[in-house]
């Protein structure tokens, strides 16, 4: 134990030295420095207590540690009426006269916790667990710890698992099918059946990982869904693309102020690795003075007839930049672009529009990389940092991730809007960005503005850019922008609260501020 705190103390130690000598390259403004003190106190108290920073899922005797902290219910008023049935050949519901049933895999064991929450189901026409693999020896090890209700995700893998609650007379429909709970749940899914989840890890699977692509192409098939599901080679997630309907036009929208051969990196990756024909690009510039900028804004105007420049001289605002610029644009789809960035994948306007043409889609975003080949942007966690930041930020370009977060779209709660698609007809319903947020956090409130009308924002792994943001320029240590920083973050903090404590798409035992880290005492948000 006394070696763990050591280790802790450590790696902490480095963290801050990390935040002081690259980030901040020795000079840390006052305001900064404090809210950093008071992270430091609250980590340093939870390795006092807890001998961890966080506990690693992956590590069993961790996990064993993580588990004898966790609190279930001891005690329930109501259970709810629940039939078991166990993996069979077929579906037969002759025998059952309850309003709920529960289906379990052949390697399904349910922990005596589970049945004090039998009774939330009546919530739901669904509900569904966290659970883990338990040994003969009884440790139990690999927790799948997953996301509230992920439409796009579980057309990637079978995130729900094996064992869930359903509502007998939803269940009817499926009377005398051979045994697939995967095709029953995604047939629900598009029957605006709702979704519940506890986050408890309430019962083991010790059944093997299977490849179901082939369900997932079944059901697109038989629905008239054109789309492509392709096998990933971890052999049990697969990615789906959804065909382009029409050719509706796209918008590339970015801003931009000097910096010429940042941007024509930029422009010449569009034109190098877009295979989509009808969309236009809408360079706003901000000021540009440097004749050289100008030059090229008239060259490629001259070259490219889906070009336009248009000139906005006024402060820095991201928001109002990208609000101008879209009402001047002709697109159906928008694509906030940032000018320092560079296509990397071919087909990518194709990929991101197949989702974004999906009635259920709000938003669709990227992978985004450094050019050391760490990841940049990997979808937004909200409560990282105590407000938002990304997820997978530094880890290296090949990681894993948990639950194929890095192989199969999955649904985030928002995406950075360095590069991002969204509709028109969304944009103008929820009137674009906010100008009030200069700077930080305007892509974040866009994303939960349309979560909060039902929509999803969907992080697809498989289209990839550099980001050319330096990771070790420093930041803007002056006063007017720490205040704007800190401005912004308390108007976040207070509207978004609720996401905050809980982001839908991140189960609430991981860590907020160590991604996919299980959480030590109250976390170090």
Known sequence: MAKSKLLAKLELIKKALYVWVVQYHFVIPRDILEMYIRKFRHESDNIAKYANRYYDPEDAEEYQQWLSYQTYKQTYKYLADISYLNESDTLSLSDVDTDYVCLCGRKVTLYDEFYPYADECEKFDVLYFDHDRKDKDGTRHDPVMKPDYSYNTLRGFNYIGNCFVVRTDLLKQFDGQKWNPYRWLLELSDQNMSFGHVQKVLYSDNAADQDESETVREYLNEHHIKASVTENEDGTSHTVYYDVTGEPKVSLIIPTKDGKNVLKTCIDSIFEKTTYKNYEIVIVDNGSRKEETLQYFREIKDEHENIKVMRLDCPFNFSLLNNRAVKESAGEY???????TSVVTEGWLEKMLGYAQRDHVGSVGVKLWYPDGTIQHGGIIVGKG???????????????????????????????????MTSRKLWDELNGLNEELTVQFNDVDY????????????????????????KSRGLD???????????EVNWFQETYSRYIEHDPFYNDGFDKSYDYKLKVGTGSN
């Open 334 to 340: 928008i694509v906030l672009l940032n000018n320092d």
């Open 386 to 420: 105590g407000a938002a930041a990304h997820r997978y930020y530094r880890c290296e370009h090949d990681e894993e991730g948990y639950m194929h977060t890095l192989d199969v779209p999955n649904d985030v709660s928002c995406c950075t809007a360095a590069c991002l």
């Open 447 to 470: 994303g939960l503005r349309l979560l909060e009308k039902g929509y999803f924002n969907v992080f697809l792994p498989g289209v990839e850019l550099i980001h050319y943001e330096s």
């Open 477 to 487: 240590k002056k006063k007017e922008a720490v205040d704007r920083f800190f401005q």
